[in-house]
């Protein structure tokens, strides 16, 4: 069984008391986002009671602490990810930020012709910003194909790659199927054509402690707010050498070194990219949420999760008509299920209303949908605060929902 003890950590999450419809809640929907632990809720409060100040600016105390707070942040994500510079680490409001900001530099370096490779499981997020950039500069956009399992066909992959190939991106983890993707092997083939790779880590992050330096990733994108940190905060990790080609994404304060009316010149890297006032209490947050992990620990968490999918995997397949979309065994806490001839709307709005919180609908990912030829699933996603009676209860609302739908 597993080493952690759930019950203490949970008490550090006040919301995971509460309760829905008079019922206590369950919350399996962390792939969307995580809870946020007192630890956390803390240093903000602490944040806009003692020091609440603009950073990199003045001279005054309270800038000042701000601003080594907020730096130490930066600090603390470099050492948990394995990073080799603060400069190569961005502070953006997030994935969704993160990935657009590499779209629009690749504007100027992408020509008519040239190739872009996008995994067939993606987020909107990490599809949209590319097809725009094919607009803009003529570039075309390929997609690597997946298997009726949703793992990326690895065959398939190697023979898109060309000399054309520019850029390949792809998620670290599938939000809606819960798929790991082989991302070392995808990064090392686009490499051998001299292609650029960049990994959206939204949905790894907070299960996966990636070493980005051995992986030798070129970006790699995260949100806070799926890991235990606010919303509003992620970073872009890009390797100094691409985000020194990159021309800054929106000019402002805090992003120069001189302004003229005739010419501006660029702050320093990370600065460049980070226009204007930031979220730095996010950011400052966002440190104390990797603290508070690292507390607990990656291989713990990594090993009570897969527990509790295996666990939840194995009670929900007992059920009649059940189907699971995303059945890699190398897969994180996420499950998407559907009930025979049952609309998972229907399925969703019955949890809910036992105090269950499930994602339903595409989850931002219409082309997987497509794939399987269905208008969504239901999607329960784990986090290490969720415990087996969780699952039990969810299992007992479904066979319910069943029940009544059918
Ligand atoms: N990519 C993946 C795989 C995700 O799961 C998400 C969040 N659902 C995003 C990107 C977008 O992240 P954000 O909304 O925090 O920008």
Not at 252 to 260: D, K, R
Not at 326 to 352: A, M, Q
């Amino acid at each position: 069984d597993t080493a952690l003890d759930i019950q203490t950590i949970r008490k550090d999450f006040p919301i995971l008391s509460r309760e829905v419809y008079g019922r206590p809640l369950v919350y399996l929907d962390n792939a969307a986002t995580s809870q946020t632990p007192r630890q956390v809720l803390d240093v903000i409060v602490d944040y806009y009671s003692r020091y609440n100040a603009n950073i990199h600016r003045g001279v005054h105390a309270l800038s000042q602490e701000a601003t080594d707070a907020y730096e130490l942040a930066r600090k603390k994500i470099q050492l948990h990810f394995n990073i080799g510079s603060t400069k190569e680490i961005i502070f953006t409001s997030g994935t969704t930020h993160s990935i657009n900001l590499v779209a629009n530099g690749f504007s100027s370096i992408l020509k008519a012709g040239d190739e872009v490779l996008v995994s067939a499981m993606e987020h909107h997020s990490n599809i949209v910003p590319w097809q725009m950039l094919c607009e803009r500069t003529g570039a075309i956009l390929k997609v690597i194909p997946m298997s009726q399992d949703g793992e990326l066909l690895m065959d398939n992959y190697r023979e898109l790659l060309s000399g054309n190939t520019r850029l390949v991106f792809c998620n670290h983890v599938s939000n809606a199927l819960g798929t790991i993707n082989p991302i070392k092997e995808i990064i090392d083939e686009a490499h051998k054509v001299g292609a650029a790779v960049l990994v959206d880590g939204a949905q790894s992050a907070a299960h996966i402690r990636a070493d980005l330096q051995e992986l030798n990733v070129d970006f790699y994108t995260v949100s806070a707010h799926k890991m235990c940190g606010p919303t509003g905060i992620g970073i872009l990790y890009g390797k100094e050498e691409w985000l020194q080609k990159l021309p800054p994404y929106q000019g402002g304060g805090e992003m120069i070194a001189e302004v003229t009316f005739e010419k501006t010149t660029y702050a320093d890297l990370p600065h460049k990219f980070e226009a204007g006032t930031p979220n730095i209490a996010g950011g400052i947050a966002f440190g104390a949420a990797i603290d508070y992990l690292n507390n607990i620990g990656f291989d713990a968490i990594e090993a009570y999760e897969n527990e509790l999918l295996e666990y939840a995997t194995a009670s929900l397949l007992a059920i009649d008509g059940l189907k699971i979309y995303g059945t890699s065994k190398r897969k994180t806490s996420v499950i998407s299920f559907n009930l025979e001839g049952i609309h998972p709307y229907d399925v969703g709005t019955i949890l809910d209303k036992l105090g269950i919180a499930v994602r339903t609908g595409h989850h931002c990912a219409q082309p997987i949908m497509d794939f399987f030829g269905i208008p969504g699933t239901i999607r329960a996603s784990f986090s290490f605060y969720n415990t087996k009676e969780e699952v039990d209860t969810l299992v007992a609302g479904v066979i319910k929902a069943r029940e009544m739908l059918l």
